[in-house]
């Protein structure tokens, strides 16, 4: 087994920096379905070249390379044992390259383990199989996607959809609203997968695993795939798009598993994925773990780069304003939901542990007409001692509405980037005390971290890497205006159109 480690940390790199084929076909049908010169078709765009520059700068598509897990197959007489020692070494390694986030967190003390080492983290699933070869497969899936994860329990009533029953169409029900809570938060367009049965354990292994199968494969059960397809014609017209922006691509995928339940239960249970679904496959040499072959790339696919809108196509061409940091209140309130900013100056980063810290406690610098980018950025110190960015897209902002309010009007903060966008009492705040909400595009982690020319400066090491405050200075950091100072907010809106189409599928359709 000579070369099992380097197989493995081959399989670590090339599933963090490589979006496989099927993914990055669906992504380039999804950006042809979007009109010209929309936010969700400028979206895709920016997605496609993030794609693109991960891949040639061996660098992560995007920031949060999420919770390595493992599925390994082996043949009879492998030692299981050697393999999972390998797989822990080489996450460690990946980690210290930067090809991996530190994503380790001891869930009581918040400290980062820093390797990606801990209890429960990896993951690493083992089977044994009758066939020669060692299979294993790795997803990294983030946070963010994660979090928009969801179980139903049927019976049950699902607003706009009535009553769901414990049959094809109630299951068919609970996906759809699958689809329309996560919005654009979980980093629209999307892949889930869906499992259906089991207990609350395995219905969510299954959801999981339903992510292993090919974006393209139909399922052999006729009326799961009667289901697949209908979920993947009808969740695109919920009109929530790419990044929650609005549009015609919402979802790319939709794999649905099925297991026994037990008779009290009935749980469909919903995994979602972002765009940047990284999943990767070997096949390895039993003897010398030499990789034979790779699992997902049938063929070589390129990212669409033809751009989506020359400037003459448009007539409403979204308005350009380059704002410089500090920013004045007069500049914030000019600003209007559907403009596109171009920041430069110096930015803070800042997410859970910071907002939660800032509650009760100073800032050791001004923010003051400053810019919070919630982000957790993946960073290297070179031998000199100075930080680099190594991918810097943002982190779903909700789960900061409980501060944000408050933050704002405590430090003076101007604009607040990040995805997916925030909840009434920030836009409250906004127009009180004049500041924006800046939708920077998810998982664009490569695209971000190239307009960051230098570290300023970190603070909060102790919070770990990506909860520190790290003090950036950008140039040409473009970001979309989807909350202002005057009480509009763009989500607010698709929240509720979505809404009011999701309405309009509650008549059953499966028998
Ligand atoms: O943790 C992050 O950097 C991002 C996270 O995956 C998110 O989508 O919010
Ligand atoms: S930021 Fe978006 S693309 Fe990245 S892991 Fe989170 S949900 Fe996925």
Same mark, same amino acid.
Request: charged residues 25%; aromatic residues 6%.
């Given at each position: 087994m000579e070369n099992l480690k380097q197989s493995i940390l081959e399989l670590i790199t090339d599933t963090s920096t490589n979006l496989p084929p099927d993914v990055r076909r669906a992504v380039n049908a999804a950006k042809v379905k979007e009109d010209l010169g929309t936010r969700a078709a400028l979206s895709l765009s920016t997605i496609a070249e993030n794609v693109v520059m991960a891949e040639e700068n061996v660098s992560p598509i995007c920031q949060d390379t999420g919770m390595p897990t493992f599925e390994v197959k082996t043949p009879v007489g492998v030692n299981q044992l050697i393999i999972k020692q390998a797989i822990k070494e080489m996450i460690a390694e990946a980690t210290k390259t930067g090809k991996l986030r530190s994503n380790s967190v001891d869930s009581l003390t918040g400290e980062n383990t820093g390797d990606n080492l801990g209890p429960g983290t990896p993951v690493i699933h083992f089977e044994q199989w009758e066939e020669d070869e060692i299979e294993i497969k790795l997803i990294l899936k983030g946070g963010g996607c994660e979090n928009k994860n969801i179980q139903y329990s049927l019976p049950c009533e699902l607003e706009g959809l009535g009553k769901v029953g414990r049959n094809l169409d109630g299951i068919r029900k609970c996906i759809l609203h699958a689809v329309y809570q996560a919005q654009g938060q979980g980093c629209s367009a999307g892949f889930i997968g869906v499992g259906i049965g089991g207990d609350r354990t395995s219905g969510y292994a299954l959801a999981k695993h339903q992510l292993f199968r090919k974006v393209e494969d139909v399922n052999p059960n006729a009326d799961l795939a009667a289901l697949e397809d209908y979920i993947m014609e009808t969740a695109n017209q919920l009109g929530i798009g790419t990044m929650g922006f609005g549009g015609n691509a919402t979802l790319l995928g939709c794999k649905i598993g099925v297991e026994n339940r037990l008779p009290a239960s009935f749980f469909v249970s919903v995994a979602y994925n972002c765009w940047a679904f990284r999943r990767q496959g070997v096949r390895l040499n039993p003897e010398t773990g030499e990789i034979l072959r790779y699992l997902y790339k049938d063929e070589e696919v390129a990212m669409d780069l033809t751009p989506v809108a020359a400037a003459d196509e448009t007539d409403d061409e979204p308005r350009e304003v380059v704002l410089q940091a500090p920013i004045t209140? #007069?500049?914030?309130?000019? &600003?209007? +939901?559907?403009? +596109?900013? $171009? $920041?430069?100056? #110096?930015?803070?980063? =800042?997410?859970? /542990?910071?907002?939660?810290?800032? !509650?009760?406690?100073? *800032?050791? +610098?001004? &923010?003051?007409? =400053?810019?919070? @980018?919630? *982000?957790?950025?993946? !960073? !290297?110190?070179?031998? #000199?001692?100075?930080?680099? +960015?190594?991918?810097?897209?943002?982190?779903?902002?909700?789960?900061? #509405?409980?501060?944000?309010?408050? $933050?704002? %009007?405590?430090? =003076?903060?101007? /604009?607040?980037? =990040? %995805?997916?966008? !925030?909840? /009434?009492?920030? &836009?409250?705040?906004?127009?009180?005390?004049?500041?924006? @909400? &800046?939708?920077?595009?998810?998982?664009?982690?490569? @695209? @971000? /971290?190239? *307009?960051?020319k230098k570290v300023n400066g970190v603070d909060f090491m102790e919070f770990g890497i990506p909860e520190a405050m790290w003090h950036l200075n950008v140039k040409g950091f473009a970001a979309i205006v989807t909350m202002d100072a005057h009480g509009n907010s763009l989500h607010a809106d698709v929240e509720k159109t979505s809404a009011e189409r999701l309405a309009q599928f509650a008549a059953p359709v499966f028998k």
């Open positions: 209140e #007069e500049q914030i309130r000019s &600003l209007k +939901v559907g403009d +596109v900013v $171009i $920041i430069n100056g #110096e930015m803070h980063t =800042g997410r859970d /542990a910071l907002h939660s810290y800032l !509650m009760d406690h100073d *800032c050791p +610098v001004d &923010l003051n007409g =400053g810019i919070i @980018y919630h *982000c957790g950025p993946v !960073m !290297m110190k070179d031998h #000199e001692g100075e930080w680099h +960015v190594k991918a810097a897209g943002p982190t779903t902002s909700i789960r900061e #509405e409980p501060y944000q309010g408050e $933050i704002i %009007k405590k430090f =003076g903060i101007r /604009a607040v980037i =990040g %995805k997916g966008g !925030m909840g /009434a009492k920030t &836009l409250k705040a906004l127009n009180e005390h004049g500041a924006v @909400y &800046l939708n920077a595009i998810g998982g664009a982690a490569q @695209y @971000y /971290a190239r *307009c960051i």
